[in-house]
Structures are given as C-alpha cells and as structure tokens.
C-alpha cells in the first residue's frame, strides 16, 4: 500500500484499528461456530459481502489513491482467499470458493461506495475530533 494521505492525522491508529478488525474477522471465520447467521437464503454469502465491503470501505478511507485502493483491494481478495484456505485447513470449518465469490462481490460494492462521500468517513472523524477540541 501507499504511504498515507495527507488528510489523516491519525494514520497509523487507523491502520492499527484495521488491522485488528481484520484480526477479529479471522477468529471469527475460524472458530467452530462463530455465533453470526443471517435467517435469509444464502445468508453465508450475503454476510461474506458484507464483511467485505466493510473490510474495503476501511481500507479506501484509509489509502485514498486509486493505486493504493486497488492494492487494498487486492489485499482483502487475499485476505479472503486465506480465510478460506484456513478454513479449509481446519475440520470444523470447510472451505467455499462461493465465499471468495461473494467476498469479491462486496469488494466491488465498496470500491463503488468509496465513489461517495462515504470515502472521507475517517477524515471527517477527525475533522470533528479536533473541531470539539478546539470548542
């Protein structure tokens, strides 16, 4: 990825706390039962996308160059791919290429969502962070 924007004072926290959602996603896909299901046909994929769109919305916030956004893009591809190789790895689990699917699905969702105002979400946090300190 790209050396930071200008626009983010707090680079790094933003990359840590990515870093640790990203954590917390693959303890979540490798546990015995994670706990999380959508009571919809399909819920699995559906909550892949989501996660991933997710995943991708903070990853453009925080790399907001197209470059930089592909290579997250292609980051979280990755990420989902060795989820799934893990899960594949794991008995409880079972691997899907249907779930890869769908975590490019939401990839894509976000990469058109980042076209919005929805792209400066973590700037206008500190926007008002520093504002209501200033107050």
């Known amino acids: ?15 840590a706390l990515g870093l640790a959602i990203m954590a917390w996603t693959l303890w979540m896909a490798l546990r015995p ?3 999380i299901t959508l009571a919809v046909p399909d819920g699995d994929k559906l909550l892949h996308a989501v996660t991933f769109t ?11 160059s197209r470059g930089a956004r592909a290579w997250a893009a ?17 008995p409880p689990r079972d691997a899907d290429a249907f779930d890869v699917l769908a975590d490019a699905v939401g990839i894509g969702v ?17 926007a008002w962070s520093v504002a209501r300190r200033r107050a």
Do not use: K
């Not at 991708?56 to 916030?61: D, E, F, K, P, T």
């Not at 292609?74 to 794991?90: K, M, N, P, R, S």
């Open 1 to 15: 990825m790209s050396a930071s924007p200008a626009h983010l004072r707090w680079h790094r926290r933003w990359v």
């Open 33 to 35: 039962d994670p706990g």
């Open 110 to 126: 976000a990469a058109l969502l980042l076209r919005t105002p929805l792209s400066r979400v973590l700037a206008r946090v500190e």
């Open 54 to 64: 997710c995943l991708m919305g903070w990853w453009g916030n925080v790399y907001a």
């Open 74 to 90: 292609l980051g979280c591809l990755a990420f989902g791919v060795f989820i799934e190789f893990a899960q594949w790895l794991d």
